[in-house]
């Protein structure tokens, strides 16, 4: 099955639509899929009052969500699906793919902060920029992306992967401050550069800057040069410096570090 | 109460332990909100009717020992944003929404423990410069009766009076500071060590002179135990024992449990005595919190063992002591106490977020969040600990289930402690899941006792209320007790203590909580939202005395940070204020 969403209008106050998932519309009509209700702020109206809906049933396979249009005041798109995909040829709000386990979410435009968040599973991919906290933890916790992938082809913000303990965050452009922190386990690769505490209170995990990280975090030391170094699914080609860390909070903490020699 | 709530319940299994009733069928009449011998026949006509066939009818749940309300509970809110996003309550036509898993808002907290067949809860403990705190969020709650235990453990005046011997100021501050504060009873936390952690220390002994004041340990325990005595307090003196969370405290708890022995305990609450068949003033002059916490053996983190059998042979061959359990049920706490310095021994081991905190010249705390891991095998023996404190020893009437509230867990996990109290299946499937620590480490595998619903009456509303003493009202279903009802969908013919999941899910969703005569609770759904009591208590004392004293208070107060006509609680910030009068003239205890 297959449900086109397209944006009726510009959006006021931020839509809460975590009904916007594969697993949700699988197997209901479009007349229940228009009925579905979501917040904008105190209230919950029908989706049909923000989206055209059209449904296309045939294909057994998985289901699959099309929104056609901006929907960048649109928040939760994809929040915790297990299965399916979602593409949106637009841009998308806060939240998106939060805490997804499964499925695939593509975004043609940019997404905003928290894309990702504490996700354990599946494939978001992003063709524009990020905001912050991609794939991170919720504040408060320290656990954030436990699984999954994060292929983000612009820019992202601050605190990117924070918490990260498993999975695979490729940043294609730059990531500003506290990039991995508190990272315990997973991968972050970023093509670009780095502003300030990237790696901080890292314990595990491995975080590759390929371009100028403005300012390296003081609790890292050296551990030799490498050519190549191979990442899980990740190929970085050059010579690396590797620095562990971070020991300005932990005794022994096997956080790596890996930064492109220019 | 907007109407007359006269109510019948029909039929029912009633367990009512202060009346020696073991689930006789009967039925139960209930006007303007009070249980009452039977009910005239145009009463009769309008009462609500419950048939409670096939079911199990017990008083209202009893509370005695919970961190609900204050600064501390907020602290905890307001540093766990995590706790909350995922725990949500949706509002409703009659409930507020709320959210918070082990530290709920005050709203949901109110609805969680309505649902679960609970109507009284005590806050375990209020700094006194906290009160108004605690009373605004204990306004706030919906439904539950409540009060809350002032900390005196580490009072400058208390540890003042009680160096230079002057124990009728002592008593007459701690009377003036209950009125003053709206405080139910007297806590006591790490007494004397507390203090000490205002310099990064602790006390190591019952014996140990603390800081500047030089009292020791086992003289504010024995000084405070006086005092409850001499203001008649409904309560005993109300211990969070010295040592608490190290390997090898239960030695600690023991000699600590053995310092009041001698007194006699005097509940001098002037009530009105209801009809109870056994006593309902308390025997005990000592009432120790959380147990488990308590009932170490071991002397480091690789040799810990439980020490429960060791309190437990105590606790069997004294009558004046009565100890909550503090049980871990295991998954998320947060951690929250007076004792500063356990917790920031917490912090040492965890290396989780933080939070401590010094009340000026009264106490001190710290919160820290927690996660018990069947995986742990330290965490493992502490479930086993907090079971066998409950299953060793013997007498019901000693014992009081709780999880210390969020600290050994959440208050939502105590049908998880019911199924485990009365099945031993229950226990050795948990066992088999968790480190074999549990039972290698403690006695817990070879105890063969499974719990009665009378016992379970008895360890989780009769014996909490008569050992706050609030039972002349709580606790039990005789004439003249509020009519607080809780109905569980449990035949007591077909129990089966194999079946631990059936049990599980009764008494986490009753069939109804009924509170003062009105349905308030549904299956777990809230159906009214009634707002409760405060209880506090009024103790009189000589006036000389009182006004000696105020003197020393007087000049003393410079020190605090607020200004003297600031620090008691006005009446006007309790809802439904109920004030229970101690010790007045006439019995008056004063010694010279």
Redesign the interface.
């Known amino acids: 099955m297959e449900a086109t969403l397209t944006p009726r209008g510009r959006i006021g106050i931020m839509v809460e639509a975590e009904v916007i998932s594969p697993d949700v519309f699988q197997g209901l009509g479009i007349g229940e899929i228009e009925e579905l209700e979501v917040w904008q702020g105190p209230e919950k109206h029908p989706l049909a009052e923000f989206f055209d809906v059209e449904v296309r049933a045939e294909g057994s396979g998985e289901t699959r969500i099309v929104i056609e249009g901006d929907v960048s005041r649109v928040k939760r798109i994809g929040q915790s699906m297990k299965s399916g995909s979602i593409e949106v040829h637009g841009s998308a709000g806060m939240h998106t793919g939060t805490g997804m386990s499964g499925g695939e979410i593509t975004v043609e435009g940019d997404v905003g902060s928290w894309a990702g968040m504490e996700m354990s599973g599946g494939l978001l991919t992003v063709l524009g920029d990020a905001g912050d906290h991609v794939g991170s933890?919720?504040?408060?916790?320290w656990q954030g992306m436990t699984n999954g992938r994060i292929v983000i082809d612009g820019n992202a913000k601050s605190q990117l992967g924070g918490g990260i303990t498993g999975g695979e965050i490729i940043v294609g452009g730059d990531v500003e401050n506290f990039c991995a922190i508190r990272q315990s386990g997973g991968t972050i690769v970023v093509r670009g550069s780095a502003v300030r505490g990237a790696g901080a209170e890292m314990s595990g995990g491995t975080l590759a800057v390929e371009g100028k990280v403005e300012q390296i975090s003081p609790g890292f030391l050296p551990a030799g040069q490498e050519e190549n170094p191979k990442l899980a699914d990740v190929e970085l080609i050059g010579r690396f410096e590797r620095l562990t860390g971070d020991y300005a909070a932990f005794k022994n903490p096997k956080g790596s570090l890996l930064l492109k020699e220019v | 109460m907007t109407r007359s709530a006269n109510m019948i319940i029909k039929n029912g299994y009633v367990f009512d332990p202060l009346n020696d009733l073991d689930g006789e069928v009967m039925d139960l009449f209930i006007r303007d909100g009070r249980v009452v011998g039977d009910l005239r026949a145009g009463e009769r006509r309008d009462a609500k009717v419950i048939d409670a066939s096939g079911k199990t009818v017990m008083p209202g749940g009893v509370d005695s020992h919970a961190h609900v309300a204050g600064a501390k509970v907020n602290a905890g809110r307001l540093m766990r944003p995590e706790d909350h996003y995922r725990s949500v309550r949706e509002k409703t036509r009659l409930t507020h929404s709320g959210s918070g898993y082990t530290i709920p808002s005050v709203y949901k907290q109110g609805y969680d423990y309505a649902a679960m067949g609970y109507t009284t809860v005590f806050e375990a403990a209020m700094p006194p410069l906290e009160a108004r705190h605690t009373h605004e969020e204990m306004r706030a709650t919906p439904i539950l009766d409540m009060g809350a235990y002032l900390v005196l453990g580490n009072n400058w005046f208390i540890m003042r009076y009680l160096k230079e011997g002057e124990i009728e100021k002592a008593a007459a501050y701690a009377a003036w500071m209950l009125r003053t504060h709206k405080g139910y009873g007297i806590k006591c936390v790490n007494p004397a060590g507390v203090e000490n952690w205002g310099w990064a220390k602790n006390v190591a002994g019952l014996d140990e002179p603390n800081i500047h004041f030089e009292v020791t340990p086992r003289e504010v325990i024995r000084g405070l135990a006086e005092v409850n005595e001499m203001l008649g307090l409904p309560m005993s003196l109300h211990l969070h024992a010295n040592n608490l969370g190290h390997p090898g405290n239960w030695e600690t708890a023991r000699d600590s449990l053995m310092i009041p022995s001698g007194l006699a305990p005097a509940n001098r609450s002037e009530v009105d005595e209801p009809e109870t068949k056994l006593d309902c003033r308390r025997r005990q002059t000592v009432y120790l919190a959380h147990a488990q916490f308590n009932a170490y053996g071991g002397t480091s983190w690789r040799d810990f063992c439980s020490g429960a059998p060791e309190l437990a042979r105590y606790l069997n061959q004294t009558e004046d002591v009565v100890i909550d359990s503090g049980s871990v049920p295991f998954g998320p706490a947060t951690t929250m106490t007076g004792d500063g310095p356990a917790q920031h021994d917490l912090y040492v081991i965890t290396g989780q977020k933080w939070s401590n905190t010094d009340v000026e010249m009264e106490c001190g705390s710290g919160v820290l969040p927690f996660l018990y891991l069947k995986t742990s095998p330290v965490h493992s023996v502490q479930w086993a600990i907090g079971l066998e404190v409950l299953l060793l020893i013997d007498d019901p009437w000693k014992t009081i289930m709780t999880t210390d509230h969020p600290n050994g867990g959440v208050f939502t996990r105590y049908p998880d402690l019911i199924a485990w109290l009365m099945s031993k299946r229950a226990r050795d499937e948990t066992a088999r899941e968790c480190h074999k620590w549990a039972y290698d480490r403690s006695s817990l595998g070879g105890v063969d006792r499974e719990i009665s619903l009378y016992e379970v009456a008895v360890i989780t509303r009769a014996n909490p209320a008569r050992t706050i003493g609030i039972a002349h009202r709580k606790g039990h279903l005789g004439p003249g007790a509020d009519g607080d009802v809780t109905i569980y969908d449990l035949d007591p013919a077909g129990l089966d203590s194999n079946d631990p999941s059936s049990i599980r899910s009764a008494f986490g969703r009753p069939e109804y909580t009924v509170k003062d005569g009105r349905i308030v609770a549904r299956r777990g759904e809230i159906v009214a939202v009634p707002e409760g009591r405060r209880f506090y208590t009024t103790p009189y004392v000589d006036e000389d005395q009182e006004l000696e004293m105020m003197a020393d208070v007087k000049e003393w107060f410079k020190y605090y940070t607020v200004g003297f006509a600031n620090y008691p609680v006005p009446e006007r910030y309790l809802k439904n204020p109920t004030p229970i009068a101690v010790n007045r003239p006439l019995e008056a205890v004063v010694r010279r």
């Open positions: 933890a919720y504040r408060g916790s």
